[in-house]
């Protein structure tokens, strides 16, 4: 059965996740829609392409993933549809896609499905649902758009290395208030070494030890971890570290190695 997800800042309380689904299932009856989230925040195209990028992979190759993040027409906006991993992606050329991705994807093209007018303003109802029922049901990019060589580019601020410390920031905070820094498992392995660490972050706060999981300390104490997405992790056992520690995006945290 072929698989559509959806990616979207539409939320829950309105009709339009709704309006989406009624016109994907209109015209693919038998689709399987899979839910990643609609709660991304309004055009947050970093937190959307940090969510995608950390759940496409677990779904069978062959998944059509539809991203609704800003996409709302104008005349410089365009669509894509993308073959990358064996997986189709359909959005937006804001950038988004330069943040998932790891190498360039195998194909590319430019949707030249015709606007419907009367969803000028919900696209998602209209050439989304449209590029991505198509795609699960076999027909090639190449019948739906037109080849384009390159995604818009869109950077995420990287970690710093500066001799023994790496200085990186705060990316995501999930619905756990676990706080996840764009510090990478690869990234602080090779600066380490065999070394010790100090973890420092705001109000004086610091970590030295490196915890496999949540409960490794006693509930309502602070630790780190490389979590499921491989990103250095601030949390508290049961606990809102966010809160707590008074942790929030683009917060600056440090890590000094030491012997």
């Known amino acids: 059965m072929a698989v559509i997800t959806l990616t979207t800042d539409l939320g829950d309380k309105?009709?339009?996740?709704?309006?989406?689904?009624?016109?994907?299932?209109?015209?693919?009856?038998?689709?399987?829609?899979?839910?990643?989230?609609h709660r991304i925040a309004a055009f947050n195209i970093p937190q959307a392409a940090f969510v995608l990028k950390n759940s496409f992979?677990?779904?069978?190759?062959?998944?059509?993933?539809?991203?609704?993040?800003?996409?709302?027409?104008n005349q410089n906006t365009h669509y894509l549809a993308i073959k990358y991993r064996d997986h189709y992606f359909v959005g937006s050329d804001n950038g988004i896609f330069s943040l998932m991705f790891e190498e360039d994807p195998a194909e590319i093209v430019e949707i030249n499905i015709i606007q419907d007018l009367k969803f000028?303003?919900?696209?998602?109802?209209?050439?989304?649902a449209k590029a991505c029922c198509m795609i699960a049901s076999g027909v090639p990019l190449d019948d739906i758009g037109v080849p384009v060589g390159q995604l818009r580019?869109?950077?995420?601020?990287?970690?710093?290395?500066?001799?023994?410390?790496?200085?990186?920031?705060?990316?995501?905070?999930?619905?756990?208030?676990?706080?996840?820094?764009?510090?990478?498992?690869?990234?602080?392995?090779?600066?380490?070494?065999?070394?010790?660490?100090?973890?420092?972050?705001?109000?004086?706060?610091?970590?030295?030890?490196?915890?496999?999981?949540?409960?490794?300390?006693?509930?309502?104490?602070?630790?780190?971890?490389?979590?499921?997405?491989?990103?250095?992790?601030i949390a508290i056992n049961k606990g809102n570290a966010s809160k707590l520690l008074g942790l929030y995006l683009n917060d600056i945290v440090t890590v000094e190695f030491h012997s």
């Open 14 to 37: 309105d009709f339009y996740q709704a309006a989406l689904k009624g016109s994907i299932l209109s015209l693919l009856p038998d689709v399987n829609i899979v839910d990643i989230t």
């Open 120 to 128: 000028l303003h919900f696209p998602l109802t209209d050439i989304f």
């Open 57 to 73: 992979h677990y779904f069978p190759k062959g998944t059509v993933h539809l991203v609704g993040i800003d996409c709302v027409y």
């Open 153 to 233: 580019q869109k950077v995420n601020l990287s970690p710093v290395i500066d001799k023994d410390i790496i200085r990186g920031s705060v990316i995501y905070i999930d619905s756990f208030q676990n706080v996840i820094t764009n510090i990478s498992k690869d990234l602080f392995t090779r600066v380490q070494g065999n070394r010790n660490f100090t973890l420092n972050f705001k109000r004086g706060e610091t970590i030295s030890h490196l915890s496999w999981h949540y409960n490794e300390v006693p509930e309502g104490e602070k630790l780190c971890l490389f979590g499921i997405s491989n990103h250095l992790e």
